[in-house]
């Protein structure tokens, strides 16, 4: 993929934000077990990084898919995964479908300011008994006159304890089946009845996540997202931006890893020589790095595609498939040649170990993927589809 001066500005802006205003306060935040998401969200939303592919109406910068891949490449220069993680759900997780099909009054009274700033937003789909398999979702909305009731949970909500709303997938009608019953719901997280509880996790600390409980939310009809019973086909659409975002925003971080590996055992000495002038060593973070650049060539192939208006569902579940899979591997390796410092919590290859787990999970399970592929190339066996 060919970058514009365009693209290399995000990628110098966002570094630098990052590096100046982030990294400083992250051991800070790791402790908290959260970060000020609103404080951060509003800095973005001042350098014009939260909109970069929507409308100019919308407050966004009119740019193409590929700036938000590039920001996400950008924001792996943090120094952990839970604040870039928490922005992404912002840019390309909460946001795309709310964007594409959201009545003028909905993107004026919710996207333009997440885009500004000046909210913070979460993506609600997942749930206790339904995470990967989003058609076995229970939460109900039920009209009731110009209002939807809202009842059921949500589960491993990004930014749930901080978001100023929710965009909800719900089933919203008993007919039509699993994938045509569901509809996106505009949900303000400060309605009534709406319950929060903190999730501890082993990794991204930074990132708040919680579970949701809905009893009887009360919610504007006109919080619909498009056109209801379309949830489900929206939410794939989604997932199509959000996996290649995953992918993106994992390029930098391993790079990273390999970097700070190779500076670490180029100074370590055991048995009368360095750690890295051990060809077991640095032949296999050769092998690492060649996996890193398939990894982006990947990516970026997709992006291309997607930009020009191909379906990318193939490439995209591949790319996300192989960055969830190499950042097991590479950090795992890379933490090997550190030997029990590797071991140790305030080091950076335990952090991206820690933090990395969750990319074979979060956003469609490994298994998911390969599903997804096997379906798309015709060697899934009849009645698994």
């Known amino acids: 993929m060919k970058f514009t001066p365009e693209h290399e500005q995000v990628r110098d802006t966002v570094k630098r934000f990052v590096i100046n205003e ?12 959260q970060y000020p998401a609103h404080q951060v969200m509003k800095r973005l939303g ?18 193409d898919f590929s700036y938000s891949m590039v920001m996400a490449e950008a924001l792996g220069y ?5 604040v870039p993680m928490s922005i992404g759900v912002q840019t390309d997780m909460a946001t795309p479908a709310l964007a594409r099909f959201g009545s003028d009054e909905l993107r004026k ?37 110009d209002d939807y009731l809202i009842n059921g949970s949500k ?7 901080q978001a100023d709303w929710c965009c909800l997938l719900a089933n919203t009608s008993q007919e039509g089946g699993p994938h045509k019953n569901k509809s996106l719901i505009v949900v303000p997280m400060d309605s009534k009845g709406i319950t929060k509880q903190k999730i501890h996790k082993i990794g991204m600390w930074s990132s708040d996540t919680a579970q949701l409980f809905f009893d009887n ?18 939410q794939m659409m989604q997932f199509q931006e959000e996996r290649l975002w995953a992918a993106a925003s994992g390029i930098t971080g391993l790079d990273l890893t390999i970097d700070q590996t190779i500076e670490y055992t180029r100074q370590r000495q055991a048995f009368g020589k360095s750690i890295l002038d051990n060809q077991v060593v640095h032949f296999r973070l050769a092998e690492l790095r060649t996996e890193v650049e398939a990894l982006r060539a990947l990516t970026y192939r997709a992006v291309e595609l997607y930009i020009s208006g191909k379906d990318v569902t193939k490439l995209a579940s591949m790319a996300k498939l192989k960055c969830g899979r190499l950042s097991r591997e590479l950090n795992d390796a890379c933490l090997q040649y550190w030997g029990g410092m590797g071991f140790t919590w305030d080091n950076p290859v335990s952090q991206a170990y820690r933090d990395s787990r969750l990319g074979s999970i979060g956003g469609g399970a490994d298994e998911v993927m390969l599903g997804i592929i096997c379906k798309l190339e015709g060697t899934m066996p009849k009645g698994m589809h």
């Open 78 to 82: 943090c120094d952990c995964g839970g």
């Open 22 to 33: 982030i990294n400083p306060h992250v051991p800070e935040w790791e402790k908290a077990q």
């Open 109 to 145: 009274q919710y996207l333009a300011p997440a885009i500004a700033g000046d909210m913070v937003s979460c993506i609600g789909v997942s749930e206790a008994g339904g995470g990967s398999d989003v058609a076995a979702l229970k939460t109900y909305a039920r009209k009731d006159g």
């Open 46 to 63: 001042e350098l014009g990084m939260l909109g970069l592919k929507y409308p100019e109406a919308d407050g966004g910068a009119n740019l």
């Open 217 to 234: 939310v009360r919610v504007p009809r006109r919080n619909l997202v498009g056109q209801e019973g379309a949830g489900f086909i929206y």
């Open 155 to 161: 589960m491993w909500i990004t930014n749930g304890l």
